[in-house]
């Protein structure tokens, strides 16, 4: 995996065979952030990644100058690795931490500007995600929710939703937590 721009634009990133992940691919992420240009200003956007596994998705956020960039796994390995490499990057605002998304997400102690959500594609609680973000009022004012998903899965009569797009296997859902005043 790369990093497609930013401070670290081009740096190659290659995490251990043994990670139990799904990573976006490189198109899907190229695409996803292509979309993100017009929508967002990366500088010190306050980033939560669920589901973050290699870090991804969390790396290509921290490069473009997200600020601070929380990487959310239930597993030991993924949050080691995603750890390890933002030591090496010197991303100090990029915290990695082993959590239960829903554990996590019903906390609700903080909110992001935008949230970023790759759950396995089996998991039969896909849905839940979105309800989560939205039931505890995770996103500040104009905040995005971007869920990646099966094709199974229409998420448009959903709260906020904004927009799906389509890259080969892989499915972005775009909700949008309208500004207020």
Known sequence: MRI???KNKGRKITPPLDLPVRPTTDMAKESLFNI???LVDFEELSVLDLFAGTGNIS???ASRGCRPVTSIDISHKCIRFISQVADQLHYDFLR???ADYKQFLKRGN???DLIFADPPYDLDEQPMVHNLVFENELLNSGGWLILEHDKQYDFSDYNGFY???KYGKV?????NNPSKG
């Not at 499915?171 to 909700?175: A, C, G, H, K, L």
């Open 171 to 175: 499915n972005f859902s775009f909700f």
């Open 59 to 61: 790396f290509e956020f």
């Open 96 to 98: 990695a931490i082993q």
């Open 36 to 38: 993100l240009n017009n």
């Open 163 to 165: 927009d799906h797009r």
């Open 4 to 6: 497609i721009s930013g």
């Open 110 to 112: 903080q909110k992001w």
